[in-house]
């Protein structure tokens, strides 16, 4: 029988080793690893690009983020995507989305769903905080202002800095609880609103897509889900502590690493309550009698860096597998899942392999194909998977995005990261260093070295040949009317 | 001073548009400059262009090319 409805979880920042099913050994995932007993288990999942705004063309459109020309960001107007098709496949389509910007109307994530909830009207638009306005935050002003005055003192600064830093925590607003630290709708809202939805859509087939921010930074777990995986207690005034410590951009990685632990501790917290809530959904799925009828994946738009390599968060740079590599289970009733190859499968061939999975065609626009036989037969494939971005960390600006590539050609043993506004190559080899760690000296593997490049050479020329000139017409004039709505020309 | 050229252009059209966006401009065809200015002023397969040639060089630098 083949599943009737479409129900595709993504999480922020959620990174695969990170969850029980992939070998993590805290127990933060408890629901998903039962439930990964019955689906199909990838265990090298890779986005098509890092972060948000490079991530989701993939998942969603089967295209990667920079084929419709890199000053186009999110799903171009009209855009074949995953559920335009599905509407038009006789689909009720709903999207619940907890208040992150770059997965906006905007950005055109609000077409092709009959409903659509952002949630940003509500809530204080996370990632783009994070990014853009954290710069001008009172704390950050704080922080610049210590930062220069202790360079001023010289080594006495440094004590300064700290005593400083730490008086101004102390002495900030009082919180009453870690719920009202969180600059988004926490998994649980935005659950209860896709189940009210399907509450009210039911037997038709649906597609529901729900994006959860949980486990993004700031970190702020909800106490029950810290209790839940054996953690220490944090006090709400702690755990904004160790938040803007870990958002400190004066100090070096020694001396962040001091609290990495504990600000672990707080997103791993936060990936529970995320497995709590998924645990709801499925149990009231199955109360509505439509589980048996639904397929389900669970993914992640990027991981997540806690200074493997010197960085924190999920900057579009460094490629490594702390941020490409993602949790993704697929759960189709009436089919015996199982742990699918090893080779690394691409965001991009997503949506395509659950079209065949629902006994649909595959769009010509997708870029990716479909890889359910192979699933099913536990044949592996042979491609890489590209993943790419710019150097861009705020799209809002169109200018702004006219920024480097960066791009990544990944097979099951090799990976090549190029960054070409430093003109910096990387070939690591995995197997032997999985770490990441060192790269191989240029004159090693020059066959591989060149079968990767190749790979990247025909990647950027297959992006030149998509005639995309009618949707780059109407992405500029859809970014266009919000210029003029807003603002006179500069000049 | 730039050549111009005239066009023509539904008399509607050109009404709605001025009602819309029109106080932010001084005349209709200063609008109309920038709208054309905006959706002209980019072109990213230049940048596309430009790192495919990087990687063309990188493999005449490994005697691949
Ligand atoms: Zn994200």
Known sequence: MK??????????????????????????????????????????????????????????????????GRDLVGLVPDEVSLPSYLKQSGYMTASFVAA?????????????????????????????????KQSRTFRAVLNRSIERL????????????????????LAGPSVQSLDSLRPFPSADAIVDRAL??????????????????????????AEEALRAIGATAVSPSRARYL?????????????????????????????????????????????????DQSALVFTADHGEEFLEHGARFHGPWTMKEELIRVPLLVRVPGVFGREVSKKPFSHLDLAPTLLHALDL??????????????????????????????????PDQPEDRLASRVLCIRDSRYKLILRFGCGQEQLFDLHSDPSEMAPLPADIEKPVRRRLLEYARR????????????????????????????????? | MTQVRTVSLPQDLCAEAERQFGSRFDNFEAL???????????????????????????????GYL
């Open chain 2, 32 to 62: 109309l400059t920038f709208v054309l200015q905006e959706i002209t002023k980019v072109d990213a397969s230049l940048l596309d262009q430009a790192e495919q040639q990087i990687i063309e060089q990188r493999l005449k630098d490994l």
């Open chain 1, 459 to 491: 990647h950027i020329e297959g992006a030149q040949r998509i005639d995309s000139r009618k949707h780059r017409l109407r992405a500029r004039s859809r970014e266009l009317r919000i210029v003029l709505s807003k603002s006179a020309p500069a000049d």
């Open chain 1, 3 to 68: 599943p009737r409805s479409l129900v595709l979880v993504t999480v922020d920042c959620l990174r695969a080793d990170h969850v029980g099913f992939l070998g993590y050994s805290r127990p933060v995932t408890p629901f998903l690893d039962s439930l990964a007993a019955e689906s199909f288990v990838v265990p090298n999942a890779i986005v098509g690009g890092v972060p948000t705004y490079y991530s989701f063309p993939a998942i969603l459109a089967s295209r990667y983020p920079l084929a419709m």
């Open chain 1, 196 to 221: 009210e939805w399907v509450g009210s859509v039911c037997p038709s087939p649906f597609f529901l897509w729900l994006h959860l921010m949980d486990p993004h930074a700031p970190y702020y777990p």
């Open chain 1, 100 to 132: 992150n910007p770059y997965v906006s109307r905007k950005f055109g994530y609000g077409q092709a769903f009959d409903t659509f909830c952002d949630f940003l009207d509500q809530e204080m638009a996370a990632e783009a905080t994070f990014y853009s």
């Open chain 1, 361 to 394: 065609a595959v769009p010509r626009e997708f870029q990716g194909r479909s890889d359910w036989g192979e699933w099913n037969r536990r044949e592996g494939w042979e491609r890489p998977a590209v993943v790419e971005s710019t150097e861009c960390i705020n």
């Open chain 1, 150 to 169: 202790s360079r001023n003192l010289g080594p006495v600064g440094t004590l300064y800095d700290e005593l400083y830093f730490r008086y101004c925590q």
């Open chain 1, 243 to 291: 938040n803007s410590y870990w958002n400190r951009r004066d100090l070096g990685s020694n001396r962040l690493r001091s609290l990495r632990d504990a600000v672990i501790e707080l997103y791993d917290g936060s990936i529970r309550w995320v497995d709590m809530q998924m645990a709801r959904l499925v149990d009231t799925l199955k109360g509505l009698q439509v589980w």
